[in-house]
Each structure stands twice: as C-alpha cells, then as structure tokens.
C-alpha cells in the first residue's frame, strides 16, 4: 500500500502562485510515477502533470509553461509549483501514484493510489 497527502492549496490571485506538496509514504518502492490531476466542478478529473522514475516530466498543454512538478526522492515528496495562475485553474487538485510502467501517464485509471485532494481556489 501507498498513501498520499496533499497540501498547500488554498486562495490565490489570477496571475498569482502556489505550491502543492504530495508526502508519499508505504510501499514506495512499487512506484514507476507519480502524477497530479485535477477536478473541476462538475467535470471529468483530468491530467495536469507527471512524472517518471527516470525523472521524465509531462505537462497537459493547458499548464505548459505555467506548472512544475518535481519530487525529492530523500523526502519522499512530490511538488507541483503553478505559476500564472488563471481562473480556470480553479479545482480540486489531486496527487496521485502508479505501479504500471510503460502505460499513458495521463489516464487517471492507470494510477492505483490517490490522495485526498486539496482544493485550489483563483480569484479575480
């Protein structure tokens, strides 16, 4: 087993920051990535970033350029820095872990373990 927690969401502004933190903890060693989704009110949870266990990073083009993700393996913490933010990123923001390797690491279904959520709120 894995668990998941999620932090830093919160209020922010349009064009403002915030960094989400993802503790990761239990059976680490299953893991072949890690990755963060998103849901929005009454919509889908879709893909917003991903990361391997190479170190191979992959964005959904609505975030490119915008977010980050990167992990501290010795702290066993996966991070998501958005940048920019807009009011679209508005959502409840997921962490997310998968045992498959060589799978699309963008279909939610392919992840075995989640967190809880931490809700991200962009003002205007």
């Known amino acids: 087993q894995v668990q998941l927690v999620e932090s830093g969401g919160g209020v922010a502004q349009a064009g403002g920051s915030l960094r989400l933190s993802c503790s990761v903890s239990g059976r680490t060693f299953d893991i072949n990535g890690l990755g963060w989704f998103r849901q929005p009110p009454g919509k889908e949870r879709e893909f917003v970033a991903a990361i391997s266990s190479t170190g191979g990073r992959y964005y959904a083009d609505s975030v490119k350029g915008r977010f980050a993700i990167s992990r501290d393996s010795a702290k066993y913490t996966l991070y998501l820095q958005m940048n920019n933010l807009k009011l679209d990123d508005t959502s409840v923001y997921y962490c997310?872990?998968?045992?498959?390797?060589?799978?699309?690491?963008?279909?939610?279904?392919?992840?075995?373990?989640w967190g809880q959520g931490t809700q991200v709120t962009v003002s205007s």
């Open positions: 997310a872990a998968r045992e498959l390797g060589y799978v699309d690491y963008s279909r939610p279904t392919n992840y075995l373990y």
